[in-house]
Structures are given as structure tokens and as C-alpha cells.
């Protein structure tokens, strides 16, 4: 009905809050802290913050948790942070609760303590909290603080995932894939990855580009396969990098490129990943991508590299040098063979 005015809105907040309205203050904190609608100012933000605080307001006690355990605005102090944190949780603010549990994990401001930290976890689960949910759903799959459950954590995992978290959305899709909890289900898998990719999480690009290119779950697709791959890759995310670089190597769903699929495979052994050391060693060996016959800076793995990795990398390089047409070996590898990802 009226024109937005963030300057009016906080005019009308702060006379509230001058008159000791305890979530009128928080709400006029995070406008200071923000910098909406006035001059910033980090000072202002905290004394607001710990005005509603002290009146109970489970918010601002939050709120001020967080500036004390951060040091934003004063000193940081992980025991008076985890004080407020425990004020809000004792009012069934769930983010509290979980704030609270992650000081429990650490030992900051109070005793280290796994057990505690569960049932923190589990009340804000059971309050519909998706952090919460997820990892709580980490702690059953891997029997961490509480008794091994994968049914239980795939339940949590998706509770989590349905409601848009995107780490949850990957998760879950991993226990669609391997069937661990759950029924096993390619599809509905990759329909969750696609969710989780669509979003901008890299492992989650790196697995439905492998659907795409296995057609698991969906109609296989080597371009979609490369492109996912590559915004993969242009996070850093080590496989994808790999992947990127067979793409170039055989020209699947991109431009063969020799040059490309060298500095691909490069950064990725650089990082211990036995395929591409493989790979990498191939190609200083014949010449390709412009890589000197004795460059061999990464051609073999680490001193600390587990015996896994070295026989994962000797049998590959075994398979690409035996067989001669060595395309669909390159193409298939990572199924062939085990991956340094546990899920990979």
C-alpha cells in the first residue's frame, strides 16, 4: 500500500526499541549489523543485541551467542556464548540448540562432550530443523555418538532434503544410488543430484554427470556428461577435473584436446588421485599435450599414499598400456576400478 522506505522503517524500529521493546531491539541490530536503512555500525548492532538478550528474548540471546563466539563487536568468549546459546535453547529455539551442540563437539566453553551434542542435534531434528536432521542422519550412517542406523539416516537425510537442504539432497541421493537405507533407485537418485547440482554443489555435478554418462538413471547423455563435468571442474572439485579431462582426452561430448586433457589430468594428480597420475604418466610417456617424454613430476604417488591408491594406479596403468584400443578402459575407469571418493 506504501512505498518500501527502509530509512522510515528504521526511524519507526528504533523509537520501539528506545522504549525497551526486547524483539524490536534484535530486529534493529541486525539493520545496524547490515547496514539496511542507517550506517552500519557493529558496535550499535552487539548493545542491541544484548538488550534483548537480557530481557529473554530467545533471538537476541542467539544473536549475541553468536557475536561472543565469533569475538564480533567484543571479545570472543566461547563460555558466555555458550551461556546464551543455552538461554535460547532452553526456549525451543532450535538454531540454538544446534549452535550449542557444535560447542559440545569442540569442548569451547563448556566440556567436550558426543553425547550431549546428539541429543542437541535430535531435539532441533525433531523440531523440523534441516541442519539438525542432516547431521544427525551422519551421525546414524556412521554409528558416531549414537548406535549405527543407516534406515534411521537415510529417513533423516531425506526429512532434510525435502526441505531444500542441498547437502541433504546430495546425501540422500547417495543412499538412493548405493541402496543403503533405502531401496536402491537410480532414478530418483539422480533426480535428487540434479536438485542438489542445479544448486551449485560440486559433488553432487561430479555424480549426475556420471549418471549422464553411464546413463544410470536417467538417458545417457556424453554432452550433458561434459558439461556438468566442467562446472564440476571450475570449482576445484578434483573428479570433476578428471572427468573433464577424459572428456577432452577422447573427445566425448567436447573437442578432443591433448593439451586440455594434460593440464586436467595434471591438477588432478597433483592432488594424489591415482587414475590421473595413470593417465598423466601415459601421456608424458607418448608425447601428447605437449608434456616432455621425461616429465615425471607426477607420474607416481606420494611416499604417503595409502597401498589402495598405488594398486588402484598400477592396475589402470596396467589396462591402458595393454589394451590397444584403450578408449573404452579410459571411458569406464572409474567403475572398473576402486575410487580414492568412498562414494565415488
Same mark, same amino acid.
Given at each position: 500500500?506504501?512505498?518500501?522506505?527502509?530509512?522510515?522503517?528504521? *526511524?519507526?524500529?528504533?523509537?520501539?526499541?528506545?522504549?525497551?521493546?526486547?524483539?524490536?531491539?534484535?530486529?534493529?541490530?541486525?539493520?545496524?549489523?547490515?547496514?539496511?536503512?542507517?550506517?552500519?555500525?557493529?558496535?550499535?548492532?552487539?548493545?542491541?543485541?544484548?538488550?534483548?538478550?537480557?530481557?529473554?528474548?530467545?533471538?537476541?540471546?542467539?544473536?549475541?551467542?553468536?557475536? /561472543?563466539?565469533?569475538? !564480533?563487536?567484543?571479545?570472543?568468549?566461547? *563460555?558466555?556464548?555458550?551461556?546464551?546459546?543455552?538461554?535460547?535453547?532452553?526456549?525451543?529455539?532450535?538454531?540454538?540448540?544446534?549452535?550449542?551442540? #557444535?560447542?559440545?563437539? +569442540?569442548?569451547?566453553?563448556?566440556?567436550?562432550?558426543?553425547?550431549?551434542?546428539?541429543?542437541?542435534?535430535?531435539?532441533?531434528?525433531?523440531?523440523?530443523?534441516?541442519?539438525? +536432521?542432516?547431521? /544427525?542422519?551422519?551421525?546414524?550412517?556412521?554409528?558416531?555418538? #549414537?548406535?549405527?542406523?543407516?534406515?534411521?539416516?537415510?529417513?533423516?537425510?531425506?526429512?532434510?532434503?525435502?526441505?531444500?537442504?542441498?547437502?541433504?539432497?546430495?546425501?540422500?541421493? !547417495?543412499?538412493?544410488?548405493?541402496?543403503?537405507?533405502?531401496?536402491?533407485?537410480?532414478?530418483?537418485?539422480?533426480?535428487?543430484?540434479?536438485?542438489?547440482?542445479?544448486?551449485?554443489?560440486?559433488?553432487?555435478?561430479?555424480?549426475?554427470?556420471?549418471?549422464?554418462?553411464?546413463?544410470?538413471? !536417467?538417458?545417457?547423455?556424453?554432452?550433458?556428461?561434459?558439461?556438468?563435468?566442467?562446472?564440476?571442474?571450475? +570449482?576445484?572439485?578434483?573428479?570433476?577435473?578428471?572427468?573433464?579431462?577424459?572428456?577432452?582426452?577422447?573427445?566425448?561430448?567436447?573437442?578432443?584436446?591433448?593439451?586440455?586433457?594434460?593440464?586436467?589430468?595434471?591438477?588432478?594428480?597433483?592432488?594424489?588421485?591415482?587414475?590421473?597420475?595413470?593417465?598423466?604418466?601415459?601421456?608424458?610417456?607418448?608425447?601428447?599435450?605437449?608434456?616432455?617424454?621425461?616429465?615425471?613430476?607426477?607420474?607416481?604417488?606420494?611416499?604417503?599414499?595409502?597401498?589402495?591408491?598405488?594398486?588402484?594406479?598400477?592396475?589402470?596403468?596396467?589396462?591402458?598400456?595393454?589394451?590397444?584400443?584403450?578408449?573404452? #578402459?579410459?571411458?569406464?575407469?572409474?567403475?572398473?576400478?576402486?575410487?580414492?571418493?568412498?562414494?565415488?
Amino acid at each position: 500500500g506504501v512505498p518500501r522506505d527502509d530509512r522510515e522503517a528504521a *526511524r519507526l524500529v528504533r523509537r520501539a526499541a528506545n522504549k525497551g521493546h526486547a524483539g524490536v531491539q534484535n530486529a534493529l541490530a541486525l539493520c545496524y549489523l547490515l547496514g539496511k536503512g542507517m550506517p552500519q555500525d557493529v558496535d550499535e548492532a552487539v548493545r542491541l543485541c544484548r538488550r534483548a538478550a537480557e530481557q529473554g528474548h530467545a533471538l537476541g540471546q542467539l544473536n549475541y551467542g553468536k557475536c /561472543l563466539y565469533q569475538g !564480533i563487536g567484543v571479545l570472543q568468549d566461547y *563460555r558466555e556464548a555458550a551461556r546464551f546459546y543455552g538461554l535460547a535453547a532452553d526456549q525451543g529455539l532450535a538454531q540454538a540448540m544446534c549452535n550449542r551442540a #557444535v560447542l559440545f563437539e +569442540q569442548g569451547r566453553g563448556v566440556p567436550q562432550d558426543d553425547a550431549e551434542a546428539a541429543r542437541l542435534y535430535r531435539l532441533a531434528a525433531e523440531q523440523g530443523h534441516a541442519g539438525a +536432521q542432516h547431521t /544427525l542422519g551422519q551421525y546414524h550412517l556412521h554409528g558416531q555418538h #549414537v548406535p549405527q542406523d543407516y534406515a534411521e539416516a537415510a529417513a533423516l537425510f531425506r526429512r532434510a532434503a525435502d526441505q531444500g537442504h542441498v547437502v541433504a539432497q546430495y546425501t540422500y541421493g !547417495i543412499c538412493l544410488r548405493d541402496g543403503t537405507g533405502v531401496p536402491q533407485d537410480d532414478r530418483e537418485a539422480a533426480r535428487l543430484f540434479r536438485r542438489a547440482a542445479n544448486k551449485g554443489h560440486a559433488d553432487a555435478q561430479f555424480k549426475l554427470a556420471r549418471c549422464y554418462k553411464f546413463g544410470r538413471g !536417467i538417458p545417457q547423455d556424453v554432452d550433458e556428461a561434459a558439461r556438468l563435468f566442467r562446472r564440476a571442474a571450475e +570449482q576445484g572439485h578434483a573428479l570433476g577435473q578428471y572427468g573433464l579431462g577424459q572428456c577432452h582426452d577422447l573427445g566425448r561430448g567436447v573437442p578432443q584436446d591433448d593439451r586440455l586433457a594434460a593440464r586436467l589430468y595434471r591438477l588432478t594428480a597433483e592432488q594424489g588421485f591415482a587414475k590421473a597420475q595413470a593417465c598423466f604418466e601415459l601421456f608424458c610417456e607418448q608425447g601428447r599435450g605437449d608434456v616432455p617424454q621425461d616429465d615425471r613430476s607426477y607420474s607416481t604417488l606420494p611416499p604417503g599414499s595409502r597401498p589402495g591408491q598405488r594398486s588402484c594406479a598400477g592396475q589402470f596403468r596396467s589396462a591402458l598400456r595393454t589394451w590397444q584400443g584403450h578408449d573404452e #578402459v579410459l571411458w569406464r575407469g572409474c567403475s572398473l576400478f576402486p575410487s580414492r571418493s568412498r562414494a565415488g
